[in-house]
């Protein structure tokens, strides 16, 4: 619970620099561009690649594969839910692949993994490595589509997708790669989290701190992200008979607050990053009180 907790406010320090940075102008517009793109494209893909291959775990490829089913499913089902849930909240049309795309995907690398490796340790962090696959499979294009409304197959084929497949694939087939090529891409991903949360700070500093919370819709998106679909996804895998650790990574992922992806896809193709902006503040803040909870009251 604790190791969850201060994780958001580790979070949440990097956001505040982030914010200050763009206020005091140390960050600019076209430098919170030129971040996103090697957030998205060079680090992350470096992150995946070591998390999966550097694990030892010992899941045998069956168990890897109905990991990836698995969370494929995850993501169809809050896709469901979203679709239910989002024409009820009267949002305006241009916004509406932004509340999609946010009840559909949470925060599942820069704060998932880390969460679910204090608090399901190492077979928490694999398993979750492993659901980034089918995830950025979908934020390269219907998240793209929904975000900006915009589509191109080349998209899909993105670094970070790629290396999360090879390194499925090697993992399998238990390839053995030099550990000091590994520990360099481990070492370069670490810059991951940090980086991102500072993008959407510095987006945030180029907003009136006021308007961010002139956004009703925002709360019942902050109770059906935090609590609803995971609460409904534990109902369901009750009845699965999978491996617990499995089980709980799914669960807590899809209690994650908003994706970080979204605002910094928004700013490289075009989309409304300002709403996006917000919906991860109020979520990631909160989510230091509903994370926490989760791993208390569940694990």
């Not at 979908?138 to 191109?152: Q, T």
């Amino acid at each position: 619970m604790n190791a969850a907790r201060n994780q958001i406010l580790i979070i949440f320090l990097a956001i505040l620099t982030g914010f200050v940075c763009r206020k005091t102008n140390v960050i600019t517009e076209e430098a919170t561009g030129t971040l996103s793109n090697i957030v998205v494209k060079v680090i992350l893909p470096f992150y995946l690649f070591s998390a999966i291959l550097r694990s030892e775990v010992g899941v045998n490829a069956g168990g890897v594969a109905v990991a990836l089913l698995m969370s494929a499913g995850m993501f169809l089902f809050s896709g469901a839910v979203a679709l239910l849930v989002v024409p009820l909240l009267k949002v305006k049309p241009d916004d509406r692949g932004v509340y999609l795309f946010e009840l559909m995907c949470g925060n599942v690398a820069y704060i998932g993994i880390p969460v679910c490796q204090a608090v399901l340790g190492d077979a928490g962090a694999f398993y979750a490595s492993l659901l980034n696959i089918p995830y950025n499979l979908i934020c390269f294009s219907l998240g793209i589509f929904l975000l900006a409304g915009k589509l191109s197959l080349k998209r899909i084929a993105n670094p970070a997708f790629l290396s999360g497949l090879v390194a499925a694939i090697l993992y399998m087939l238990q390839v053995k790669l030099p550990d000091v090529l590994l520990s360099g891409c481990a070492f370069i991903g670490q810059a991951t989290s940090p980086c991102a949360m500072i993008v959407i700070g510095a987006v945030l500093g180029s907003v009136p701190f006021k308007d961010i919370f002139t956004e009703w819709r925002a709360i019942p998106y902050v109770v059906l992200r935090l609590f609803g679909i995971s609460a409904l996804l534990a109902l369901v895998l009750r009845f699965v008979p999978v491996d617990p650790v499995l089980k709980g990574m799914l669960i807590l992922m899809a209690a994650m607050p908003a994706a970080t992806n979204s605002t910094m896809l928004c700013t490289i193709y075009g989309g409304n990053r300002e709403l996006s902006a917000k919906l991860i503040f109020l979520s990631t803040a909160l989510s230091a009180v509903s994370l926490p909870l989760w791993a208390a009251l569940y694990f």
